[in-house]
């Protein structure tokens, strides 16, 4: 079982920059494959990073390659979302996830509660 809290949402000018965590709790952090989702009003939930077990391996849907960097620390329990040049398309709720498996994933088993980043104009 793993339990996971985001942090670090707010409201941001286009241009700007927030960093989301993810303090996760169970003893199986260390092995799973995380993620971050996010889901706009009216829209599908959208994977826009994924990092497996270890950190050595990351993965970008396009419409956020080059500004979101995905990193985890196995020593604190945590992963990151480092969100770069914001714009308004940007703001969605965003969901931290974790999987059963280590390596980098589409699906995953569990999921946080998310936190709201809201991009302004």
């Known amino acids: 079982q793993v339990e996971l809290v985001e942090s670090g949402g707010g409201l941001v000018q286009a241009g700007g920059s927030l960093r989301l965590s993810c303090a996760a709790s169970?003893?199986?952090?260390?092995?799973?494959?995380m993620g971050w989702f996010r889901q706009a009003p009216g829209k599908e939930r959208e994977l826009v990073a994924a990092?497996?077990?270890?950190?050595?391996?990351?993965w970008y849907p396009d419409s956020v390659k080059g500004r979101f960097t995905i990193s985890r620390d196995n020593t604190k329990n945590a992963v990151y979302l480092q969100m770069n040049s914001l714009n308004p398309e940007d703001t969605a709720v965003y969901y931290c996830?974790?999987?059963?498996?280590?390596?980098?994933?589409?699906?995953?088993?569990?999921w946080g509660q998310g936190t709201q980043v809201t991009v302004s104009s």
């Open positions: 990092i497996n077990w270890i950190g050595s391996n990351t």
């Open positions: 169970g003893r199986t952090f260390s092995t799973s494959a």
């Open positions: 996830a974790a999987s059963h498996r280590s390596n980098l994933q589409v699906e995953y088993d569990y």
